[in-house]
């Protein structure tokens, strides 16, 4: 995902996006727990989205004040 996406994005719908790269985000930790990954870059990539959502939601949130 890319940031330019994610700024296109709603409040409401970043907060959704969050919830499920979360709940994404702790499926892989689980599947990489029991060895069931298959890629584990995915982890990485997640935990970035996951990051750049916080980051843009912020600046939002900041800029609505």
């Known amino acids: 995902m890319k940031a330019s996406e994610v700024r296109d994005l709603t409040v409401q719908e970043l907060e959704n996006k969050l919830v499920d790269l979360k709940k994404e985000l ?3 930790r689980f599947q990489h727990t029991v ?3 298959d890629n584990p870059a995915r982890l990485k990539d997640v935990k970035k989205d996951i990051a ?4 843009i939601l ?7 004040q």
Do not use: D, G, I, P
């Open 52 to 55: 750049r959502v916080k980051t």
């Open 58 to 64: 912020l600046e939002k949130t900041k800029s609505a």
């Open 35 to 37: 060895n069931q990954l």
């Open 26 to 28: 702790f499926a892989l």
